[in-house]
Structure formats: structure tokens, C-alpha cells
């Protein structure tokens, strides 16, 4: 076991993880923060992703033990003040999910997109939630809601 500090949504953490543990399992098991989801455990659904310095990973391909001195953001990390993230409202105003199990992976995607290119085109935003399946819907609402929210955030606040 090692001891190590997380820094996830602002807050340190101490917490001891084996070697082989991944970081999806110790926000889920040991932080209890239950947004980030466990899909595939390979990299390739992105219901675990996550965001780490400011760009989106897969955190079932992060050991925890290596997670130790970066800045993560997990899906309870957008709302401040007991008020949801802008983002997050757009996409329940145009019911852009339905299940919600990609729900947290695509949000957070979606947000890293506005930040880095506050203007993306349709293309831009299906390439840039690419690495987030969803099995419920045809991405249609989730695409309108990352535009719709990209028109009116123009990348501030994201």
C-alpha cells in the first residue's frame, strides 16, 4: 500500500491504494463519488472519463498511484454552490440523455471541447465526445446541446 494525496474537484484527499489499483475504483470505492462510471475497463466507452489537468482521460487506465500530483475533475466537480453547471442544464433543457450512464464521460468531454475551441462545428463536437459511447440516443440532442451551449457560453465559464 502506498499513501498517497488526491486532488480531485479542488479537495485533497489522503488515501492508501495498491500498485495495481486504477483510479476509477478508488473515486468510486474509497472517495465515494459515484458520477464516474465503470464500463469497459479498457479505455474504450468513456464512462470513466475524467478530467486531469485540463484535458479528458480515461481513469480505469490511470493507476492510482501514479495520480498523485495532478488536478482532476470528476463529474461532481461541475456544480458550485449547489447549482449545476450551465452545461449540465442545457443538456436536461433538450433532454440530451436518457439513461444517464454516459452521462458524467460525455459532460465533462463536452466541456474540455467548449474550453479548447469555444466555436466547434458539428464535426468538431462528434470528434470531440468520440471517445464517450452512448447506447440510448443517436447523439443528436447531445450534439445541439454542446452547440447550443458553446453559442452561448462563446468558452466562458466552461
Known amino acids: 500500500m502506498r499513501d498517497i494525496v488526491l486532488t480531485i474537484n479542488e479537495r485533497e484527499y489522503p488515501v492508501q491504494v495498491e500498485d ?5 475504483d ?20 468513456g464512462a470513466c472519463s475524467i478530467i486531469m489537468d485540463g484535458d479528458i482521460v ?6 492510482a498511484c501514479r495520480a498523485q500530483g495532478h488536478r482532476f475533475t470528476t463529474i461532481e ?14 443538456f436536461i433543457k433538450n ?8 452521462g458524467p464521460g ?31 440516443t443517436g447523439y443528436v440532442n447531445i450534439v445541439k446541446s454542446v452547440m447550443e451551449y458553446a453559442a452561448e457560453n ?3 465559464g466552461a
Open 58 to 63: 480515461n481513469s480505469c487506465l490511470i493507476l
Open 106 to 136: 460525455m459532460l465533462l468531454a463536452a466541456k474540455v471541447l467548449v474550453e479548447e475551441n469555444p466555436c466547434p462545428s458539428e464535426a468538431e463536437i462528434r470528434a470531440g465526445i468520440g471517445g464517450n459511447l452512448c447506447r440510448c
Open 20 to 24: 495495481h489499483e486504477v483510479l476509477v
Open 154 to 156: 462563446g468558452g466562458s
Open 26 to 45: 478508488v473515486i468510486r470505492n474509497r472517495l465515494h463519488l459515484y458520477g464516474t462510471k465503470i464500463g469497459c475497463g479498457s479505455g474504450e466507452c
Open 77 to 90: 466537480g461541475l456544480e458550485q454552490d449547489g447549482k449545476l453547471h450551465p452545461l449540465q442544464e442545457v
Open 95 to 102: 433532454s440530451a440523455l436518457q439513461c444517464g450512464f454516459c
